[in-house]
């Protein structure tokens, strides 16, 4: 056992800042003692380190999840609705669903930035949010991509999105590779609409934090 | 009545019970571990821990850290009177329901 070993910093500065105040000493030294005295003589250094990261990983899970399951819910029924219902029509109009998105990122942001009293870790707790949610949805699509295919090429505007460049791809093949484009896409946007509303919030919540 | 009790904060309460003036943050794993004879996550005993504390089911007082913690306090947790009550009402409900129940059950063929 080396006892001044040291999990990823990366992953103990994103403890630290997730956490309340009161907890930000005795929760990571907890996890310090049971990394040095347990897991690194158990497992070594590159499977306690990464025990080190799945368990702060469970921390934001904890803190996110109530946001993630109903926004990717949401973005897994307007693409079902998108893909097989009318592809014509949103099933959400989509400046309401932005309005919504934005607004409960906010509020993640402001609850999080009370309950740290730290920006960084209401921001990265959105960001959190929007990282799993899409994660979930590059899931989704993962499964969904040739179940639905047989029943989108059927549909005159999946056959048009398909052709609007003639190249020789099979449907299925552009399909994944739309699939790709759009998780990348929408992914960076969504990535940074949630951090710029992260910082946002959590400069509220530290405020009302103050305050109180 | 006091609160109903699930499982996993009952084998929580009984380690900080069994644990007497050790019971801290990572020692309550341990226990919690050895007793459910599963790998355990860290966050579910301190969520649960956080819970409790809510519910003034237990307390709790920072102590001395350690080298090995990085010298980083130690949380030190205790039983209230409600916790007490708590887990003796959990007790008493189990044996209600199990009584008249001989054990072990056995299977219809």
Known sequence: ?212 | MADVLGSFEQAVLLAIVRLGRDAYGRAILKDVQARLERDVAAGAVHATLDRLERKKLVSSRLGAGTPIRDGRARRYYSVEAAGVRALHDARETLEHVWRGVTWPLKARS
């Open chain 1, 1 to 212: 056992m080396n006892p001044n070993a040291q999990p990823p910093a990366w992953a103990a500065w994103v403890l630290a800042s997730i956490l309340p105040s009161r907890d930000r000493d005795a929760v990571p030294g907890d996890l310090l003692e049971e990394y040095r005295l347990d897991r690194l003589p158990a497992l070594g250094k590159v499977w306690a380190d990464l025990w080190f990261v799945g368990q702060v990983v469970r921390q934001v899970w904890r803190s996110t999840w109530f946001a993630i399951v109903p926004l990717a819910a949401t973005l897994m029924l307007g693409d079902f609705h998108h893909a097989l219902i009318d592809p014509y029509s949103p099933v959400f109009p989509e400046n309401v669903f932005g309005t919504v998105v934005l607004a409960g990122f906010l509020l993640v942001g402001i609850v999080n930035g009370r309950r740290t009293g730290r920006v960084a870790g209401a921001t990265l707790l959105t960001t959190g949010t929007w990282a799993g949610a899409w994660f979930l949805l590059g899931l989704w699509w993962a499964m969904t991509l040739y179940p639905f295919a047989p029943f989108m090429r059927e549909s005159p505007y999946w056959i048009q999105a398909w052709h609007y460049k003639p190249n020789d791809l099979s449907f299925e093949r552009w399909l994944l590779y739309d699939n790709i484009g759009a998780f990348v896409l929408g992914g960076a946007f969504g990535l940074s609409i949630s951090t710029a509303a992260g910082v946002a919030g959590g400069l509220v919540g530290r405020a009302l934090r103050a305050r109180a």
